[in-house]
């Protein structure tokens, strides 16, 4: 199915088409796509011109959102429904496009394919929460003689913008729940690995959607700002860091903004936890994808009288773990991070740390874009003097703390400008309850790592980490608006 969207180039490296509204075209240049694995050049993606994304823009605004809406609700699940096989036919493809393109572990890869998959799938149920309100008028001497509905309205046209790390996933989660609640989209995928998205959108052209209710914007981030602008579209739904998502909302003025940024997630780790048990989940959430996670953990907090031994098992755990090259290690937990850059940034991270005083527990390593998982132990006082705390990491990086005692872990955990999950460990249920009630964070997992699946519970930030929920039924409410019926009996 994806014979039809690229063409092999003259050095043998295929050379993608993007999709406007209905038709697959060529841009006015291409951009290379590197593999983070090997710095290969794997694909070269088309760049479109101003006026073909004017004619991308204007097509799915100006037909597009009237079909969308004009497609049957059981009609937009048959085409989802139909896409999820699709891709279950064509799950191979995805999987290694995503170990080459973003350079993830295979597990990782596999992991987010079927979550896409089974997001695909769930819109037969999702579509039920697409529902409004019924307001009788006797409760007022006003209202007496009326009633209103309140029904879930398209915004008509939305802009859907995904980040590096999950790019077919997130990508999907934003497609998805438009498409879902009759709105027509424009998706703007990440420019270092925007494959996994090109392949969904073709997977969703041959799904029996309205053609020209989509379009996939490949262009780069810098060039987005008459677009954000633009008064056709209504909304704009973000995912990437916080920096960026501040930009948006200042460019584009008055529109809905559904906003998931950075993160700065604590583990707090109370006295009478399981230790080991919660280090084990405390690695995973430092290294996976190599912490190139929103919901990675950054901060941990441990009480006093179980610190030493919490950190003589973390670094013991964590000295085990190594980036590995994904192709050549099928069970590699963490590979590369997306580019040199990136490593380049740890490291000045690392650096500014030691500077401060942080002291590291395991020797920094790193190897082009492969970086070993680095814990620096810090104490209070040092903490908000350092980049790792107040930017927004993106790396295997973690800051270890001792705590006196549970109110000291939230006072830290909560002097954080970001807000976005949190995890506590702990054998104590009111313990957890108390410790959970008091974050300033949207999503607190007790007894284990922030983690949100396909999001079947609905996530997402306070604070600097965002504005609105995503998730299952959650991100239909940020994708559409409401609109009052009221009706007159006089
Ligand atoms: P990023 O902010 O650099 O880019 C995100 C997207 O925005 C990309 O598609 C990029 O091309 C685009 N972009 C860049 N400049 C733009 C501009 N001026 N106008 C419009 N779009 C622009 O983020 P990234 O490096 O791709 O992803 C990592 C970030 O994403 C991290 O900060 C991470 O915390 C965040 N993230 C958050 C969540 C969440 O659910 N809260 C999930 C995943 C990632």
Redesign the pocket.
């Known amino acids: 199915i994806f014979d039809e969207i690229y063409e092999i180039g003259e050095d043998g490296v295929p050379e993608f088409k993007t999709y406007i509204a209905g038709k697959w075209i060529y841009g006015e240049k291409f951009k290379d796509i590197k593999s983070p694995i090997n710095g290969e050049v794997i694909a070269r993606v088309s760049i479109l011109s101003r006026e073909q994304i004017e004619e991308a823009i204007s097509t799915t605004y100006e037909i597009g959102r009237e079909k969308i809406r004009d497609y049957p609700g059981e009609k937009r699940i048959s085409s989802f429904l139909k896409a999820a096989e699709m891709m279950k036919e064509a799950f191979d493809d995805f999987v290694r496009i995503l170990i080459l393109d973003a350079g993830k572990p295979k597990s990782n890869a596999m992991g987010e394919v079927k979550a896409t998959i089974e997001r695909l799938e769930k819109t037969t149920f999702e579509f039920g929460r697409l529902i409004g309100d019924y307001i009788p008028g006797d409760w007022s001497e006003e209202t007496l003689e009326s009633e209103a509905i309140v029904k879930r309205e398209p915004y008509g046209l939305i802009l859907a913008?995904?980040?590096?790390?999950?790019p077919l996933f997130?990508s999907a989660t934003k497609v998805i729940p438009a498409l879902l609640s009759g709105n027509a989209v424009l998706l703007?995928?990440?420019?270092a690995d925007p494959l996994a998205p090109i392949l969904f959108t073709r997977v969703l052209e041959l799904s029996g959607l309205p053609k020209e209710s989509f379009s996939l914007l490949t262009v780069p981030?810098?060039f987005?700002?008459d677009i954000?602008r633009d008064k056709r579209i209504r909304a704009i739904t973000?995912?990437?860091?916080?920096e960026?998502g501040e930009?948006?909302i200042r460019t584009g003025g008055i529109k809905a903004y559904h906003l998931?940024?950075?993160?700065k997630d604590p583990a707090i780790v109370l006295n009478d936890a399981n230790i080991e048990e919660s280090v084990e989940k405390i690695v995973k959430g430092i290294v996976t994808y190599s912490g190139q996670?929103?919901d990675a953990i950054r901060l941990i907090l441990v009480e006093e009288d179980i610190y030493e031994q919490f950190r003589e098992s973390l670094v013991a755990q964590l000295s085990k773990i190594e980036p590995k090259n994904p192709l050549e290690d099928e069970n590699a937990i963490m590979g590369p991070l997306i580019d040199e850059d990136s490593a380049n940034y740890i490291e000045e991270i690392y650096k500014d740390a030691i500077e401060k005083g942080a002291r590291p527990l395991l020797e920094f390593r790193r190897r082009g874009n492969y970086v070993w998982p680095i814990v620096l132990e810090v104490n209070n006082e040092i903490l908000p003097t350092l980049r790792a705390f107040n930017e927004?990491v993106?790396g295997p990086l973690a800051l270890l703390i001792k705590v006196k005692d549970e109110d000291e872990a939230i006072e830290i955990a909560n002097s954080s400008r970001f807000g976005?999950d949190a995890a506590v460990f702990t054998t104590c249920e009111k313990r957890a309850r108390k410790v959970a009630r008091k974050l300033e964070v949207g999503s607190v997992f007790i007894n284990e790592y922030p983690r949100h699946g396909i999001g079947y519970y609905p996530f997402g930030?306070m604070k600097d980490?965002?504005i609105g929920r995503?998730g299952i039924g959650y991100s239909l409410e940020m994708l559409t608006t409401t609109k009052t019926i009221v009706h007159n009996f006089r």
């Open positions: 913008i995904s980040p590096f790390n999950y997130i703007k995928p990440a420019s981030g810098g987005m700002d954000v973000f995912t990437g860091s916080t960026v930009h948006i998931e940024l950075g993160g996670r929103c927004d993106f976005l930030g980490s965002g995503e």
